[in-house]
């Protein structure tokens, strides 16, 4: 650090940010390309990275109230979010995506430079970052067989303010035993906020944590529109909690979270017949996995592939470096998860279409071909 040249900037700046690493998303990591109109192209590669849905749906926009600032929480996405829940409008805080709820919660609970959290690798990179950001401490407590270890995170919660577990996880893909989800949360009652990320619960509804909020005010469950609502470029997110914890999150955000044209396309994602095509999506998106899951099951380059109740399929292999990079090549994104813990020469692919499916899996096949090919010229 010393011997390091810092700009003017450098030197006012809070000195950890000058190391920090930002979040590697697969957008920053894979850009679009733009089109004549510099306008963002998505058609000229193939999509399965981000855990996006494949197609857009179809939202009437209007620019008539432009130019007044939007309600702090507008009313008619609330009410859509509430129909939708079952919870109250006061259970509930709209944000930019479940990952504006992560860094409220951090920097609600959290006073920076002296409160941590608790995570539950390999999980999810925005808690850990968020934290690192806001200046909170990290306590990691790894998962065992993809399952939490509860009595590991006990010990803790003496030592923690919020607990971040993620359920269905990503990158792993597989719901959390609920009756883990719970003993956390009845050890954690008075000690720690205990947070359930449900980004894919949609894929699951019956295993939602959403009932329990009646019983633990410590229990913050997150939820997005960015993935089986197919919604990921809107931003558009919702933390469900307490009334009081609510408030607190009220006092943290921005003042305008939710500009107008988002609320507008968010309320009419959540209601009539656009609720319906989620469901149908979601139904089509479990076919299109069990296939691409099964379809690794029998093949002998793959030795393990995991557990999905979400809408991607994470799974290990020898030949990580060649099939990831074989695929990009041919312009289909993948992501590699093999640097997080546990998860050595793991690669994650997102459930796209039919059309989608059938091509990574075509181009896999000859990939490992040719790999093959290759290896066994080289062994004789
Ligand atoms: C995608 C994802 C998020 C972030 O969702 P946004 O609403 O797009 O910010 C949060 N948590 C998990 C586990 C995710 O996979």
């Known amino acids: 650090m010393a011997t390091k040249d810092l700009s003017s900037a450098e030197k006012l700046a809070r000195a950890e940010l000058i190391e920090m690493v930002p979040y590697q998303s697969a957008r920053r990591l894979q850009k679009a390309d733009a089109d004549a109109n510099g306008k963002q192209a998505f058609n000229s590669k193939i999509w399965l990275n981000a855990n996006e849905a494949s197609g857009p749906g179809k939202y009437q926009l209007s620019a008539d109230c ?6 702090f929480q507008p009313e008619n996405l609330m009410a859509a979010y509430s129909d939708y829940s079952g919870l109250p409008v006061e259970q509930l805080l709209a944000t930019r995506g479940a990952d504006e709820g992560i860094e409220l919660i951090i920097r609600t609970f959290c006073t920076a ?7 539950c690798p390999p999980t999810y990179g925005m ?3 968020s934290a690192e950001n806001h200046g909170a401490g990290i306590v ?6 993809n399952q939490l270890d509860v009595d590991g995170i006990i010990e803790q919660l003496d030592n923690v303010n919020v607990v971040f577990l993620c359920s269905p996880g990503n990158p792993t893909g597989n719901l959390l035993p609920k009756a883990q989800i719970k003993a956390v949360l009845e050890a954690a009652q008075d000690k720690a906020i205990v ?14 944590a959403q009932s329990w909020l009646a019983d633990y005010p410590n229990l913050v469950v997150l939820r997005t529109l960015s993935k089986a609502f197919a919604l990921a470029g809107l931003r558009c997110g ?3 909690a307490s009334k009081e914890i609510i ?3 009220s006092k943290v955000i921005a003042p305008y979270p939710i500009s107008a044209p988002v609320a507008e396309i968010a309320s009419q994602a959540l209601t009539g017949d656009n609720l319906q095509l989620m469901k149908v999506r979601v139904e089509e998106t479990k076919i299109l996995r069990q296939s691409l899951i099964s379809w690794l099951e029998t093949q002998s380059w793959v030795d393990e592939v995991f557990v999905s109740d979400a809408n991607f399929v994470l799974f290990r292999t020898p030949l990580k470096t060649d099939i990831f990079d074989g695929l990009k090549a041919q312009g289909i994104l993948i992501r590699d998860q093999s640097k997080q813990l546990q998860l050595e020469n793991c690669l994650r692919i997102s459930i796209g279409s039919k059309r989608e499916m059938d091509l990574v899996q075509k181009t896999m096949t000859n990939l490992v071909t040719n790999t093959s090919a290759l290896s066994v010229q080289e062994t004789n």
């Open 66 to 71: 432009i130019n007044r600032y939007p309600d």
């Open 113 to 119: 430079y002296q409160d941590s959290i608790l995570i």
């Open 127 to 129: 808690y850990a970052i």
């Open 140 to 145: 990691k407590v790894p998962q065992v067989n």
């Open 195 to 208: 947070v359930v990320d449900e980004a894919y619960i949609e894929f699951s509804p019956e295993d939602s």
């Open 238 to 240: 919702f933390t469900l």
């Open 247 to 249: 408030t607190l999150l």
